[in-house]
């Protein structure tokens, strides 16, 4: 196989394919008199390896690690493991598309409101958090907690949203801190100022369980809607947090 062909059967970019070949995460096929790499079995089966460990959140580094514990077993592991993996990104995906089809039919009854149809953690929390008046970022984190209500697997929901109870009666003076900070710069010293106070406030099951702030994927549509500054003080707090909780090292 060619780097496209090998590229499109895992479902990668040839740019991917090249990338992890720099990175030492898939060794350098041979190549053939023209200089054109030839792509066997084993690199797509490597190659598909990489990315289902991507998809679960290892960073490169850990997808590194994992494949040097890789070397020896026999291909029939590999395989069985990887579908494994697939078998539990299918049950992830079963429940989504359930919980989605739930909302596609309440829309089309004429039933949806914006925040619902809600689960039961979610929908007590918002009542214990009441109304906020005349917060953009209220709205915003109602959004935000919908959202996850939809779409984290039903353990990780429950376990957040049970975190998340305690921080109500807080909820008015952390949404004005980052109401405050709606046109200001990611540098602005409130920004400092505001994160420590969320720190303060935030279990550190909820920093632990948020999603990954690193720009991808859930937390790329979490903090897109975010003034820069906002963003910066809700990553800043999570840094907190997990320093917090792993304590001085």
Known sequence: MRIGEIAALVGVTPRAVRHYHHLGLLPEPVRRGNGYREYGIRDAVLLARIRRLSELG?????????????????????????????????????ERRARL????????????????????????????????????????????????????????????MQALRGMEAHAG???????????????????????AVLAELLPDDVAMQYPDTAGRGLAEAVFADMAPAQSAAIRRAIELVRERREGPS
């Open 58 to 94: 290892l960073g490169l580094d850990e997808v590194r690690d994992v494949l040097a514990d890789d070397e020896g077993r026999e291909l029939v592991e590999v395989l069985r493991e990887l579908d494994e993996d697939l078998g539990r990104q299918e049950a992830v995906v079963r």
């Open 101 to 160: 089809a739930v909302l596609l039919e309440e829309a089309r009854a004429g039933r949806l409101t914006a925040e619902g149809p809600l689960s039961p953690e979610l929908t007590t929390l918002l009542a214990g958090l009441g109304e906020v008046p005349a917060s953009p970022m209220a709205v915003k984190d109602r959004e935000v907690l919908a959202l996850l209500d939809t779409v984290i697997p039903e353990e990780d929901r429950v376990r957040l």
């Open 173 to 195: 003076e952390v949404y004005g801190l980052l109401d405050d900070l709606a046109e200001a710069e990611p540098d602005d010293p409130r920004v400092a100022g505001a994160a």
